[in-house]
């Protein structure tokens, strides 16, 4: 069966700090891959998806990027923060009909 | 473009209540409607979906049903327990390219009360 891991589950950065958020799939190859941000109170948004090594689609301008290294690691970064940066970041991998989703990680920029 | 509008919450109920989220699309094509559950500090999980209009998903005791007609795609459960207190994502898929991509609803918050 498929799984999807996200690390950290919880992070606490200064503002002008650089990020890197990792995501992995195991299970499955060559996945749809795919970056949400979760802002306090508010539904979701796609900040970026991947649909193989290397592809990368920006869905948002933003201080954010995104890299697929390899073909089930998806990882999210940024060169430095801003407090906007604050949220709940989801990671998803996309079947053939539905997506399945990470834990999730919490990003506090202070 | 692609949209979908859910019933703003919150939404407060006592336990064995019946509830129903509404949720309505715009799409061009033909979506795959979903419900997906968002418990507290965690990610989403897939509640049900359903693929085709009339298509009825259900699981947990919730149910939805695909409403080509009035393009709605409206949750319901007819006793809701105190487990049941989640945020609740209605979104729809459509290929665009070979990503396909969920369009999101805003979500609607639900706390049952013992």
């Known amino acids: 069966s498929q799984t999807i891991h996200q690390w950290p589950a919880t992070l606490v950065q200064p503002v002008g700090s650089p990020l890197s958020l990792e995501c992995t799939v195991e299970?499955?190859?060559?996945?749809?891959l795919y970056w949400y941000r979760q802002a306090a109170g508010r539904g979701l948004q796609l900040l970026f998806y991947s649909v193989g090594i290397g592809q990368i689609s920006s869905e948002v301008p933003q201080n954010l990027s995104a890299s697929r290294p390899q073909d089930r690691q998806f990882i999210l970064s940024s060169k430095k923060l801003l407090l906007s940066d604050s949220g709940f970041y989801l990671c998803?991998?996309?079947?053939?009909?539905?997506?399945?989703f990470g834990p999730g990680t919490r990003l506090t920029v202070t | 473009g692609n949209s979908v509008t859910q019933m703003e919450g919150p939404v407060t109920l006592s336990e064995e209540a019946f509830l129903t989220i509404n949720c309505t699309y715009t799409?061009?094509?033909?979506?795959?409607l979903f419900w997906y559950v968002q418990y507290p500090g965690e990610g989403l999980q897939l509640l049900l979906k359903?693929?085709?209009?009339?298509d009825k998903g259900s699981n947990k005791g919730f149910e939805a049903t695909y409403r080509k007609e009035t393009t709605s795609f409206h949750l319901e459960k007819g006793s809701v327990q105190v487990s049941d207190s989640a945020v609740y994502f209605c979104?729809?898929?459509?290929?665009?390219?070979?990503?396909?991509?969920?369009?999101f609803g805003s979500g609607t918050q639900l706390t049952v009360l013992p």
């Open positions: 979104a729809l898929l459509l290929p665009s390219g070979s990503a396909r991509q969920l369009t």
């Open positions: 799409a061009t094509g033909y979506p795959s």
């Open positions: 998803a991998w996309g079947g053939h009909h539905e997506q399945y």
């Open positions: 299970g499955t190859s060559n996945p749809n």
């Open positions: 359903a693929t085709k209009a009339d």
